[in-house]
């Protein structure tokens, strides 16, 4: 009975095996959403010129039709609901990774779909670039003389391919099969590139119109198994961050230009080792893979590149080639815009991080800074006025709609509790720009890279804002390939590991019908961290010369967080902060710089007086930038507020740069002075003096504290 029971078991084991033909595609019935009707006025609903989860080249290179529009004579022998029309040389592709599609090495892909005469489906593993040896960019004429192993240089390359045409004598849809193709993969641990090494990252479904007349797609289904059938379910669902952004989607929708921040660090904005420099793609070429021009001096254009509309948009190959400059183009196809529609305004710098941003944040938010190439990714000489005209004529003008959150390489500020300089970000734009929507997708190397990725998640949740893990999807490509393909040297991604990026990022911008209800960003929530509150005012600026610094290597914070500036000789320094170590700074940092400081903090109590020492050789502040809680108060000892029998306060010319005023009053013994105020946190400043006696703090009717006046 036993063995009985165990065959039966086994048996249907291996029918449910049989019948799992899941579809790997994302729709791939080739829904869509049609924003004809909202932007230009007219009644389609049922047609685009995009079809969600899938791209294109150019913006009207397909058209989808639902069924009930496509005539009689075009529809397949099986249940569709939408077809494509392919224009005569263009395609539709789609790209996943393998661990999305449960695909290890050893398994077999094959593709079924429907089409007319002209189309030729196509399924390709691609892998990264690894070639046997190294190079080095000294051998094109080109500044950087270090020398590399042949990793990921540009984008992916075809590891294997099958194909297969319709007929070209076809009357109707047709179906057509490739069947068998084969995942390879490599696994290795060792930064040394490898011709016969098969570094796999996912697998591309395309399909090529090869006629001169247009032609239609049905109902691909791609499976893993050695035969093409029609797939049974979807082993994925289609995503739906749209509607975690809605205003950003509407916007795009309408075809209203928006206004993209991009922050994080060097690996942000595509700097990497080696730089990020545009090859030669085409693999029949005998210059394939060399490098076009060199990366920083001014020689690169997006023109090189077929792309002269974008020549103004991108100043350096790192800005074309980062995730964020993908996702600039191809919002540009998918909603119909042209470049001046879009701007990607790089606050992502090198060696960059949260803390030092808030410096910077109005800055970039108001487009103080013109256009430029290590500023903003930006060509200089023309103005934001030039470059987007739509931007400054919307009622709100060219504030932020969109704030993309990726890299937390260099964070570490207040580390564990780094959450509050995040989120005091996130604050301080939703008080001065509200309604700016926020996406996080970060990149996280090997999974262990940053700690900021649970503080972002912590957010997510709080504040309602999408997470687009790419930071799982990026270390699970590792599982059969080779991390260093992904990122060759010191942590920063390759222009492939941008395109994985990117791909990641670019499912919050998919969008099909029936469109799902929107759920809008919660605006200042109920804080996660109490050190939030010091990060999300407003920053004050004090530089040299300012009686603020009252000695050069020290100074008075406003409240609780700051970034600084300075100079000072020798390698040795430490930043104390009220008599205590708070870390080690950079080399020495005299120029202000609204990215990146000399130090940062802002784990401090609220309501203290809080001093900040340089300890180095000969070291002198250059410039401090002190946050300002959000609806603070000063309220001086001189206002005609404060009530009592005292006498007028004094002059008093204080040694510390006056952050307390111009003005003191001296109680005699029981002498007391009170005054109304609203608040939740009340802070007192006194001299302390030897002799100065007690000080009680009486709040609604309960004492607060009693001090000795002789202590600091």
């Not at 969109?402 to 964070?411: D, P, R, V």
Request: proline share 7%; glycine share 8%; charged share 20%.
């Amino acid at each position: 009975m036993k063995l009985t029971v165990l065959l039966l078991a086994a048996l249907l084991g291996g029918r449910a095996m049989a019948l799992d033909s899941r579809n790997l595609l994302l729709n791939s019935t080739f829904d869509f959403h049609s924003f004809i009707n909202h932007r230009e006025g007219r009644a389609v609903s049922y047609s685009a010129r995009n079809v969600a989860c899938w791209n294109t080249d150019g913006a009207e290179d397909i058209t989808v039709l639902r069924s009930s529009h496509i005539p009689e004579n075009l529809r397949p022998p099986v249940f569709f609901r939408n077809g494509v029309k392919i224009e005569p040389g263009k395609r539709i592709y789609q790209f996943f990774t393998l661990p999305e599609g449960n695909l290890i090495p050893g398994d077999a892909v094959s593709l079924k779909f429907y089409a007319t005469s002209g189309i030729k489906g196509t399924v390709r593993l691609l892998k990264f670039d690894s070639e046997s040896g190294t190079w080095s960019p000294k051998d094109f004429g080109f500044a950087d003389k270090r020398t590399f192993p042949k990793h990921s240089r540009g984008e992916l390359v075809v590891a294997d391919a099958a194909e297969a045409r319709i007929a070209a004598d076809a009357a109707s849809p047709q179906a057509g099969a490739v069947e068998a193709l084969q995942i390879r993969g490599t696994f290795s641990e060792k930064n040394e590139s490898d011709s016969n090494a098969v570094y796999a990252a996912g697998v591309e479904v395309e399909f090529m119109n090869e006629s001169d007349s247009s032609a239609w797609v049905f109902a691909p289904s791609l499976i893993k198994g050695q035969t093409a059938v029609d797939a049974v379910g979807e082993l994925r669902e289609t995503p739906n961050v749209y509607r975690h952004i809605p205003r950003t989607i509407q916007k795009l929708w309408k075809g209203e230009p928006i206004h993209i921040i991009v922050m994080g660090s060097s690996i942000d904005r595509g700097s990497a080792n080696p730089p990020m420099y545009p090859y030669n793609e085409d693999s029949t070429s005998p210059d394939f893979k060399k490098p076009l021009c060199d990366a920083y001096d001014g020689n690169f254009g997006a023109t090189m590149l077929g792309r002269p509309d974008l020549e103004d948009h991108f100043a350096q190959p790192r800005h074309y080639f980062s995730y964020g400059g993908r996702l600039k183009r191809e919002l540009m196809i998918k909603f119909n815009l042209s470049a001046d529609k879009i701007l990607l305004n790089f606050m992502a710098a090198d060696g960059s991080c949260i803390g030092e941003s808030h410096s910077g944040l109005k800055a970039y938010c108001e487009l103080s800074i013109p256009p430029n190439p290590n500023q903003n990714g930006h060509k200089s000489g023309k103005t934001w006025q030039e470059l987007y005209p739509g931007l400054f004529s919307r009622p709100g003008g060219p504030r932020p709609d969109l704030m993309i959150y990726g890299s937390g390489a260099n964070e570490k500020t207040d580390t564990p509790d780094e959450v509050a300089v995040f989120e005091g970000a996130i604050r301080y734009i939703q008080r001065n720009y509200p309604n700016t929507e926020f996406l996080f997708c970060m990149f996280q190397n090997t999974g262990g890279y940053t700690p900021n990725p649970g503080d972002l998640q912590t957010l997510a949740l709080r504040y309602q804002i999408p997470f687009v893990d790419f930071g799982l999807i990026g270390d699970l490509v590792n599982t059969y390939s080779n991390r260093y393909a992904q990122v060759p040297s010191d942590g920063h991604p390759q222009a492939a590991s941008h395109y994985l990026w990117f791909k990641q990022l670019e499912k919050a911008f998919e969008c099909h019908d029936p469109i799902a209800v929107g759920q809008a960003q919660l605006q200042l929530p109920e804080r996660i961290h109490p050190n939030t509150y010091g990060w999300e005012g407003e920053m004050c600026s004090y530089r040299s010369g300012s009686p603020r610094l009252f000695r050069p290597d020290a100074f008075i914070i406003d409240d609780t967080a700051f970034n600084c500036w300075a100079s000072f000789e020798g390698e040795e320094s430490a930043v104390l902060v009220d008599g205590k170590k708070a870390g080690t700074p950079r080399r020495a940092f005299p120029s202000i710089d609204l990215r990146n400081s000399l130090f940062r903090f802002g784990n401090l109590t609220l309501g203290d007086r809080h001093i900040v020492e340089l300890a180095a050789e000969a070291p002198q502040f250059t410039g401090f930038d002190a946050k300002v809680c959000p609806n603070r108060q000063f309220i001086s000892i001189s206002s005609p507020l404060w009530q009592g029998d005292h006498k007028a306060p004094l002059e008093y010319a204080s040694q510390t740069g006056f952050p307390y005023g111009t003005h003191i009053l001296i109680l005699e013994s029981g002498q007391s002075i009170s005054i109304d105020a609203i608040g939740s946190d009340f802070s007192v400043v006194w001299v302390d003096a030897e002799g100065g006696g007690k000080l009680q703090a009486v709040i609604d009717g309960e004492e607060a504290f009693t001090t000795s006046t002789a202590e600091p």
